[in-house]
């Protein structure tokens, strides 16, 4: 094997040296399996013993465990958190004069940045936590194994659905997010306006906050409001089911195993998160400039 590896090594030119040593790298990190075990997850699509009613069959129950189990904790969060995000922007901006931003910094908040962070946070926490303790018992009890053995393909059969299931309800949920933020924050602060008389001193109507909120929208929001849950639901189901498949042989250790799936899938998402940003790095700085 040694002499084999040696002499293919022999026949590489330079450049595929180099190549060659970057792949061995990059595989032995993590990020680079996760990868790895992305575009396997992709290339199973393509596997010739293939079932198309039990895939649909699993995509669509992954699908329902992401996204309609969570909603009633996802939408407290985002009601909670559009109620406060529309009171402290309205007032501020006008006490400063600015009311003309409202539309722009409730875009930024709700719709750019934390409506998916927050609602990729939350399935992390509990699809990502729940499909690390499924795959990784099945780990323990030589399940995985079994499946290998009756010639199914683990990977088309339990990261697959769970990758696309995953992912579809994050796009989903985070639509979701951002319009409950929206609606049902405004109506919980006309409440709060009702019942203290306007203890705020907010001046606020909904034909007012949705017209701002649609003239600050542009294309790029559109779409950043598919891409950004697209590679947070990939990220989040990728490496919950990493961990699961690469935990040890020791039941004591499906805990330790889940607690890093969300730990290291919050991590990633920020990171993701930081660079898709990038992209209006730009805009902030020019509105920054404005308004100094």
């Known amino acids: 094997m040694e002499k084999t590896r040696l002499k293919n090594w022999q ?11 970057l792949g ?4 032995k990190r993590r990020l680079g399996q996760l990868i790895a075990l992305f575009l396997r997850t992709v290339a199973s699509l393509f596997d010739k013993s293939h079932n198309f009613k039990s895939d649909s069959r ?35 901006m006008g006490k400063m004069g600015m009311s003309g931003f409202v539309g722009d910094l409730m875009v930024v908040v709700l719709i750019r940045e934390m409506g998916p962070i927050l609602t990729a946070f939350l399935i992390a926490g509990r699809t990502g936590s729940s499909l690390t303790t499924y795959i990784g018992g099945m780990v323990i009890n030589s399940e995985v194994d079994a499946l290998a053995t009756m010639g199914i393909n683990p990977i088309r059969y339990l990261v697959m659905p769970s990758v ?65 849950p697209l590679v947070f639901g990939i990220i989040i189901t990728t490496n919950a089911c990493y961990q699961a498949l690469n935990i040890k042989r020791d039941i004591r250790q499906v805990p330790k195993a889940t607690s890093r799936s969300v730990i290291s899938s919050f991590l990633y998402i920020v990171f993701a998160d930081v660079v898709l940003s990038l992209y209006y790095f730009i805009s902030y700085m020019n509105n920054l400039s404005t308004l100094i």
């Open 58 to 92: 699993n995509i669509i129950l992954q699908t329902f465990f992401t996204g309609i189990e969570i909603f009633p904790p996802l939408f407290i969060v985002a009601t909670l958190f559009g109620t406060v995000t529309i009171i402290e922007v309205i007032s501020l």
């Open 11 to 21: 026949k590489m030119t330079p450049v595929g040296r180099l190549f060659h040593t």
């Open 164 to 228: 696309i299931g995953g992912t579809i309800a994050t796009i989903i949920m985070n639509i979701i997010f951002s319009a409950s933020a929206i609606g049902a924050g405004f109506l919980v602060t006309k409440a709060i306006i009702f019942v203290t008389g306007n203890a705020p001193n907010l001046q606020i109507t909904w034909s007012y906050l949705s017209t701002e909120i649609t003239k600050a929208l542009t294309i790029p929001d559109f779409v950043f409001a598919v891409v950004k």
């Open 24 to 27: 061995i790298f990059i595989l």
